[in-house]
């Protein structure tokens, strides 16, 4: 080891020259800090001032253990002066834990001398080290779980034993290696991995950390996974004064509110289930494409791209084959740019397009559907995406969806309804809810019966479909006769006016001829009293909600759920718009429609 590394190595021991940075680990799901992870620094002015220098020379200079007692004094002492809520997170070798020469209850003396106690730490065991001994590792990690500590595995996945280790230790906590997080929205291989570990986190009721996130593409599909404990540099860096309390702002970003916002996966941008595929230039040659795939004897089609990495077509192993193979095929082609053999016109379509819109596109063009469509960010190349991947992940959000919906009008129920207006809320979206309620249906389905009454229904969610088939809104069945519509739009009133004259007019051919001349007919109320009952109509609430100032989706439908009440409360097929716009605004009309 270089004598002056040795020196100064020496010097930040003696005088104790450490600083300690933290960065928080955000809880999205629950919008709080959960902890912060406690990382050491070296003098600025200092060759060891990062920590992979300063760490590698104490291994040389077989001081790790009195380094790490070091910056872990220096952390709680630190983190202590902060008043920080949330727990500390301290990098912790396995190899310190097992040195004979390591002083044992030091942090615990540690804790209590700056007034922390054991519950607020996490022991982070690295797994990059490799542990000769794992049962005397396993009476460390015990020890320190019995003084209170919690114990997270950092880095899994990236050194000896991996699941092993998660097993055998049963911790509270597995922080997953950035390299299995870094571009994980590109990669088919990474994403089938973190689904794997948010499962058997599930199973084994461990909390799952993902660090080294620097992309919001990267945060999106681990929320998706329901992997919602996160850390990097797109959220916060590394400091001596973190964040206090969670911040929303990183959350807020474009790319994540464009995919939140849309309350169906149908609508969830193609871009997301785009794969790493092998890119060429237009200008090879056929021969050097064929010594490609005799290369990857997996490899079945290569990407061509221009001078700026723009797609221009798609070359598959089975062209080229079939060109080889007849009468002097090489002869001639060898030399020709693979342009002369390859498909000039792919399937090309941007990231943002929506999967419903791609899979429309496929159902009106004449595509194989074993070939794969090309997917480009801003015109350049991005991935590829096989289309039996996109009908196969549309059939299968159809039947997650179908659990959800309500089974005689098929439109979504009361959780995707929430759903879509929680979204709402969280991305600060202004929209229009619409509560429609059929007037006297009770007693419409005592008389006519069963049948009639569900074809009433029907017909209200037809009338729903046509007339908001050309609006930006969500259609959604609560159950029974109510239903709700939110539009993002200006079209909320125009479109329930003419849902309600629609149905007025349309009414009348469920009724007998009799009644309908009458306007209505004899019935009995709940308490067996004889009224007069008059022909069905529908009440429509309408409430533009502050999302500012609302929390929930509950509070909103209760707001809709007044309008609704006071349309009830008018003759025949009301609408009632109010300006209500939180929960404890006094209620008035602005506008009606009364048929």
């Known amino acids: 080891m270089n004598a002056q590394l040795a020196d100064e ?95 044992k209850g030091q942090t615990l003396s540690l804790l209590k001398k700056y007034g922390l106690g054991a519950h607020q730490v996490v022991i982070e065991l690295t797994e990059q080290d490799k542990v000769d001994d794992t049962n005397l590792l396993l009476s460390a990690v015990e020890h320190y779980r019995e003084l209170g500590f919690s114990i997270a595995i950092d880095d899994l996945g990236a050194g000896y034993s991996g699941l092993k280790q998660w097993s055998e230790i049963q911790p509270d906590i597995v922080k ?22 948010s499962e058997l986190a599930k199973a084994t009721n461990t909390r799952v950390i993902a660090e080294g996130i620097e992309r919001p593409e990267e945060l999106l599909l681990l929320s998706q996974l329901g992997i919602n ?98 009468h002097y095929g090489h002869a001639l082609f060898d030399k020709k740019a693979i342009g002369a053999v390859m498909d000039c016109q792919p399937f090309i379509v941007d990231e943002n397009e929506k999967l419903d819109s791609v899979s429309q596109q496929i159902s009106d063009s004449d595509v194989d559907i074993r070939r794969d469509i090309i997917v480009t960010r801003d015109n350049l190349y991005m991935g590829v995406v096989p289309l039996k991947h996109i009908l196969k992940h549309i059939t299968e959000e159809k039947v997650r969806n179908a659990q959800h919906a309500n089974p005689l009008t098929m439109l979504p129920g009361n959780i995707a309804i929430n759903d879509a207006i929680e979204q709402r809320i969280y991305n600060q979206l202004p929209f229009t809810l619409a509560y429609f309620d059929l007037n006297h249906f009770k007693p419409f389905n005592d008389l006519y019966g069963y049948a009639k009454g569900d074809a009433i229904i029907k017909l209200v969610a037809e009338l729903l479909r046509e007339q908001c088939h050309a609006s930006n809104c969500f259609i959604g069945h609560i159950g029974g006769d109510d ?113």
């Open 9 to 103: 190595l020496t010097q930040i021991l003696q005088r104790g020259t450490i600083t300690t940075v933290f960065q928080p680990i955000f809880a999205i799901d629950r919008q709080q800090i959960l902890g912060y992870e406690a990382l050491s620094r070296g003098p600025q002015d200092s060759a060891l001032s990062s920590p992979s220098s300063l760490f590698s020379c104490a291994m040389a200079a077989n001081k790790l253990s009195e380094l790490e007692l070091l910056c872990r004094e220096t952390a709680i002492k630190t983190f202590a002066s902060l008043n920080h809520s949330g727990k500390l997170f301290l990098n912790v070798s396995p190899n310190t834990l097992l040195d004979p020469d390591h002083p």
């Open 176 to 197: 997953i290696d950035r390299y299995f997080i870094d571009a994980c929205d590109c990669s088919v291989v990474k994403r089938e991995f973190l689904k794997s570990i």
């Open 229 to 326: 404990n996160v850390q990097g540099f797109f959220l916060e860096k590394p400091s001596a004064q973190p964040s206090l309390q969670f911040n929303s702002h990183p959350f807020e970003d474009k790319i994540i509110t464009r995919v939140l916002e849309s309350e169906q996966d149908l609508s969830m941008s193609i871009g997301w289930l785009a794969i790493s595929q092998l890119a060429v230039s237009h200008r090879i040659t056929c021969k050097e494409a064929h010594n490609i795939f005799e290369k990857d004897k997996a490899q079945a089609f290569v990407v061509a791209v221009d001078d700026d990495n723009k797609p221009v077509g798609m070359l598959y192993k089975e062209q080229l084959t079939e060109v080889f193979a007849s």
């Open 483 to 595: 239903f709700m519509v939110i539009f993002d739009d200006d079209n909320a009133l125009p479109i329930c006016q003419g849902v309600a004259k629609a149905f007025d007019l349309l009414v009348c051919d469920y009724f007998n001829a009799e009644h309908i001349q009458a306007q209505g007919y004899w019935s009995h109320d709940r308490q067996g009293k004889a009224c007069f009952t008059p022909l069905l109509s529908i009440a429509i609430g309408l409430v533009s909600p502050d999302v500012a100032h609302c929390q929930n989706a509950h509070q909103i439908a209760a707001l809709a759920a007044d309008a609704k009440k006071e349309a009830k409360s008018q003759t025949g097929s009301y609408v009632f718009e109010c300006q209500r716009t939180q929960p404890a605004a006094p209620l008035y009309r602005l506008d009606q429609y009364q048929a």
